[in-house]
């Protein structure tokens, strides 16, 4: 049966590539080379060299001109080094014509990130979508994979006579590709089930959405306790975690953690990881949690942003989070930060720098969807009496000969449940009742 693998970490000096054709975008191509660095060494293969080339058009051959691609191949061979990783997208033909000029191994940045989340996924979901991903990204490049692909093949199976190898691997690649999409839907229908089950308990759900690397698993293992994985790497988690936690108000809330964005993330991810990042869209609020101690934090708000408008998710309600303050040390940056966001937290969840504001903060957004009723249950409904002090917050009782008063504080979803024991006070004798004319 055809595979595709992830790719074997065979390589151990990488040369980073990035090419920019506005002279005014020469910044932006030094940070986003950084952060390739980053996603590289997240691998595990150590950065030897970064060069930065500015090109006046893209060539369809090398993507840049032949003189300047052999000058960078003639660097890389005079440095020893083993792979040339592109932060620029390649398409299938340009990656062979590097490699034949070069000599080694040329990916591209999107390689890069498929080989990340290749490594992190975790679940039976992550691993599908990423096979799934990797195969759509692959399968345009099986020529630069085979050295079998001219020959002819026949016989039973064969799409008529003569049908290539490259025909033969590439139907091949299809028919799982296809297999996936109908594993995954069967884990996108067990999902939405354990969705509706969350949904019918009155328990309001928040995610944790942000930039890699911005602090999100470390603000869930902070509220909630739950043991997640914490480490200062890009794309450590991939898979949602959902943990439940009681406020102070003693309201409980759903906190959820989802995959962390990145600039430039593959297509192929970006479609298959909808299920995954959907938790987003379908949360009653969002925690938008962001790194601020980094310089090009405004660009990772856009970009998240963006992919929240892409998912649906853009204009729901949403607390901004600044985590790490304890590492930004420019004030003039905090005075604009809290300029453009006044309605932000400013924490740290290294130190406890603003938590008990943050956690505020969130108990404020589940009271906007609350509502304070009076009650007087049957005095034999100690069902409902306990299913109050579950999934509420009971205020007051007060036992009569064959009732039960109840003040109660519960989330909008699960009044309706209630409505029929609501309290209606009759007008005491003598005051003044306005009757409508009719």
């Not at 979901?125 to 099986?142: F, G, H, K, N, T």
């Not at 959820?256 to 430039?264: A, E, H, L, M, S």
């Not at 009782?397 to 309290?423: A, C, K, M, P």
Request: net charge negative.
């Amino acid at each position: 049966m055809f595979e595709i693998k992830p790719r074997e970490k065979m390589v151990e000096r990488a040369v980073l590539v990035g090419a920019y054709m506005d002279v005014e975008g020469r910044a932006e191509a030094e940070d986003l080379l950084q952060e390739l660095a980053e996603l590289v060494q997240t691998l595990g293969i150590p950065v030897i060299e970064r060069i930065l080339v500015h090109h006046r058009e893209a060539h369809a051959r090398l993507l840049l001109g032949t003189g300047k691609a052999d000058e960078i191949a003639d660097r890389v061979r005079e440095i020893g080094g083993d792979v040339i990783i592109f932060d620029n997208e390649l398409t299938p033909a340009q990656q062979r014509n590097w490699e034949e000029i070069s000599k080694v191994s040329v990916i591209d940045r999107h390689e890069v990130i498929l080989d990340i989340f290749g490594t992190r996924a975790q679940t039976r979901e992550a691993r599908i979508q990423v096979d799934l991903a990797r195969m759509s990204y692959s399968l345009p490049r099986l020529t630069r994979a085979w050295s079998h692909l001219g020959k002819q093949g026949g016989g039973i199976g064969a799409k008529g006579e003569g049908e290539s190898q490259l025909e033969q691997d590439k139907r091949k690649i299809r028919g799982q590709m296809d297999g996936l999409r109908r594993e995954l839907q069967q884990v996108r229908k067990s999902r939405a089930t354990q969705r509706k089950d969350r949904k019918r308990a009155p328990v309001p759900n928040a995610a944790i959405v942000g930039y890699t690397n911005a602090g999100k698993s470390s603000l869930l293992r902070h509220l909630t306790g739950a043991n997640v994985l914490v480490e200062d790497k890009l794309f450590v988690t991939l898979d949602t975690t959902t943990r439940k936690i009681a406020l102070p108000n003693k309201q409980p809330l759903l906190l959820t953690d989802t995959v962390g964005f990145v600039r430039k993330l593959p297509h192929q991810l970006v479609e298959s990881f909808n299920a995954t990042l959907e938790e987003a869209a379908l949360s009653d609020f969002l925690i938008h949690v962001l790194d601020a101690s980094h310089p090009k934090v405004m660009e990772f708000y856009n970009t998240t942003m963006h992919v929240l408008a892409d998912l649906g998710a853009d204009t729901k309600q949403m607390l901004v989070v600044f985590n790490k303050m304890d590492k930004a040390d420019n004030p003039a940056a905090k005075v604009v930060l809290r300029r453009h966001f006044p309605d932000a937290i400013f924490i740290s969840v290294h130190t406890g720098e603003g938590m008990d504001e943050l956690i505020e903060r969130i108990g404020g957004f589940v009271d906007h969807d609350t509502v304070t009723l009076q009650l007087t249950l049957p005095l034999e409904r100690t069902d409902l009496l306990a299913r109050l002090h579950r999934e509420g917050r009971v205020l007051a009782t007060e036992y009569g000969d064959d009732s039960v008063d109840v003040q109660v504080i519960l989330s909008g979803r699960t009044t309706d449940d209630f409505l029929e024991y609501v309290q209606v006070k009759e007008p005491a004798l003598g005051s003044d009742v306005t009757v409508p004319k009719s």
